[in-house]
């Protein structure tokens, strides 16, 4: 289940998605409460481009410490470009969190971190209590396992469940190619003042990949 930046996933996201704005710097708030959090730094989706985590500056609280929210423990307030952080509900929480450095791969494990925390049923839960549940097993989870965590609905997520949709589906509307049909005609002399003509189908694929490539098929004779 790799994990890509939403740059990374689809470079044109805010033109074709986000109509030109952006939930990257919607202000994060800790509960339901007016205790400021930071900001959205960045969105991780998974490799259908769903929606996974946010990215939370914590410039606030922790001096900038970047850390993940999962996308269910989040309401959206689009109005006040506010997000409330459901799931995250004290500095000692987000303490206990991992560090988010986009330059090293967020594997299993470190997400199991991050999960741990949002599991917890308190925020004095230390990250040494954090054992992997026995239920779980990197080689069979998925996020369905963890619906509370990963899943969005309309009454908090409206408007990020639109993007996601036109994302997804601009995403996999990819050009793989065309094929260009042509005819050639060749004469032939078979004996002194008797010239045969013959056709031939000449097909082409044209690969987008590398523009103005032009890959020869072959020919088919018309009799």
């Known amino acids: 289940m790799a994990l890509q930046r939403i740059d990374d996933f689809y470079p044109n996201y805010r033109e074709e998605n986000f109509a030109g704005d952006d939930i990257k710097g919607f202000d994060v708030y800790a509960g339901d409460s007016d205790e400021k959090v930071g900001s959205i730094y960045d969105t991780l989706v998974d490799e259908t481009g769903r929606f996974r985590y946010l990215v939370i500056d914590t410039d606030i609280w922790m001096f900038g410490k970047k850390v993940l929210l999962p996308i269910g423990s989040t309401r959206f307030d689009y109005g006040s470009r506010r997000v409330y952080a459901t799931g995250l509900r004290s500095k000692a929480q987000a303490e206990q969190l991992p560090a988010y450095d986009e330059l090293e791969t967020l594997d299993y494990d470190r997400e199991e971190q991050v999960r741990g925390v949002y599991r917890s049923i308190t ?3 230390t990250a040494s209590n954090l054992s992997l549940p026995a239920s779980y ?7 369905e396992m963890d ?10 997520h409206q408007t990020l469940k639109l993007y996601e949709e036109r994302l997804i589906a601009n995403k996999n509307r990819a050009k793989t190619g065309e094929v260009a049909v042509g005819k050639r005609v060749e004469t032939e002399t078979a004996r002194p003042g008797v010239p045969i003509e013959k056709e031939r189908v000449i097909i082409e694929r044209v690969t987008p990949i590398e523009a103005g490539q ?3 098929v072959g020919e088919a004779e018309i009799k």
Do not use: I, K
């Open 123 to 125: 925020a004095t839960e």
């Open 137 to 143: 097993d990197r080689s069979s989870y998925n996020y």
């Open 147 to 156: 619906r509370p965590l990963y899943e969005t609905n309309e009454q908090n």
């Open 214 to 216: 032009v890959v020869y």
